[in-house]
């Protein structure tokens, strides 16, 4: 074995941060730049809602395009491109004016998006059981690192045109991108082998093609976990607001979420190769369920704050253990379940609202509660090996 080969998990793992990170970045100016592309493009709250849903057609096509072509000897390439071509998008949002332009901007972005999700588990889940050790979990960190990191800098240009912002982040992505693409191609050299985490993960037998019923559970769960998600980003704000918390308390709540869900990561793989994905991720949801409950129950601003906090840090490695499973099942798994779990993120915060409407907001906000405690009762059957 040459030297290079010996260490392209290494390589690897490190190539993977970054790019985890990068994803963060860019996805979190984005988002958090969101008026200021709905007023230079004179959107509407229908328009931009259009807007948003060309990313979201895009990054399903994305998804299922990446899942196809993703393969250990393609994935260099599919890293590379997927970056740049998200780096390229954002910038090009950047300069949009009116809302067909903004439209197919978003909808490429989309694409890009997908194309770079798939790529980065699937290689993430080879470079993992090449190391023989767990790491899903501390990439996903470095993916809320890099957004915590990307709002922050979002904030500090709040008073810049979001076009210089954009700009930048897109030449600063795209150019690591390319300067790294020699890096990205030991990831080609990660053949699969038998996982060195079987001992605590879904078998190998199970590869290269996972049952369907497995699969499918894999996604609602995935669901189940980024529809929570989904309703700390839009709801926990509101949440606070209506327990007459100021406007800065307000908007601690997701930040407060997203750092105890880092932490959480942080710790997630020396956990999950102690006692194993099923169980940490069956305590980890009982913990967030209980959680988020009382906070809701309790109706007042610190209950609530430690209910959203125990809501991130409960469902951390969820996700990371979930894409393990999948990744058994080789990129067009991945791409499955991430298609699932997305549609969860995207369905869940209106689904609240409408729920809201009808009863009330803490009332309705019991569904990740409820979602979180179903995944702590079938993860079991999703993550552990199977009978012989």
Not at 83 to 99: E, F, N, S, Y
Not at 250 to 255: L, M, P, Q, Y
Request: aromatic content about 4%; overall charge positive.
């Amino acid at each position: 074995m040459s030297t290079t080969t010996a260490h392209a998990p290494v390589h690897g793992r490190r190539l993977l941060t970054g790019c985890f990170a990068a994803l963060g970045v860019v996805m979190a100016v984005w988002g958090a730049r969101m008026p200021a592309v709905q007023q230079a493009a004179d959107l509407s709250t229908a328009g931009l809602a259009l807007v948003l849903l060309a990313a979201a057609v895009g990054m399903v096509i994305g998804l299922h395009v990446g899942g196809r072509l993703a393969a250990p000897a393609r994935e260099p390439l599919l890293l590379t491109s997927g970056a740049v071509g998200l780096a390229a998008a954002l910038a090009v949002i950047g300069v949009c004016r009116t809302p067909l332009t903004l439209a197919l901007g978003a909808f490429v972005f989309g694409i890009a998006h997908g194309v770079l999700d798939v790529a980065l588990n699937a290689a993430a889940v080879r470079c993992q059981d090449r190391l023989g050790r767990f790491i899903m979990s501390s990439l996903h960190a470095a993916y809320s690192l890099g957004a915590l990191g990307g709002a922050g800098l979002a904030a500090l240009s709040a008073h810049t045109s979001h076009t210089w912002l954009f700009a930048v982040t897109g030449l600063a992505v795209a150019s690591a991108a390319v300067a790294m693409a020699p890096v990205a191609r030991t990831l080609g050299m990660l053949e699969p082998t038998t996982p060195a985490t079987s001992r605590r993960s879904p078998d190998p037998k199970d590869s290269p093609g996972l049952p369907r019923a497995r699969l499918w559970l894999l996604g609602a769960l995935a669901a189940a976990c980024l529809l929570g998600e989904g309703a700390a980003a839009d709801w926990a704000a509101v949440h606070l607001h209506s327990l007459d918390a100021s406007t800065a308390v307000s908007a601690s709540a997701f930040a407060l979420y997203s750092a105890s869900m880092v932490a959480g990561r942080l710790a997630g793989d020396r956990l999950i190769a102690h006692f194993g994905a099923p169980m940490v991720v069956r305590i980890g949801a009982v913990f967030a369920a209980a959680g988020l409950t009382a906070g809701l129950a309790l109706a007042t601003v610190p209950a609530a704050l430690a209910g959203w906090a125990a809501l991130g840090l409960g469902l951390s490695v969820t996700i990371p253990s979930l894409i393990t499973a999948a990744g058994r099942g080789g990129p067009g798994a991945v791409a499955t379940v991430s298609v699932t779990g997305y549609a969860g993120l995207l369905v869940g915060p209106a689904l609240i609202g409408a729920l809201a409407t009808l009863t009330a907001l803490p009332h309705a906000l019991l569904l990740p509660a409820l979602l979180a405690a179903a995944v702590a009762a079938l993860s079991r059957k999703a993550l552990e090996n199977p009978a012989p």
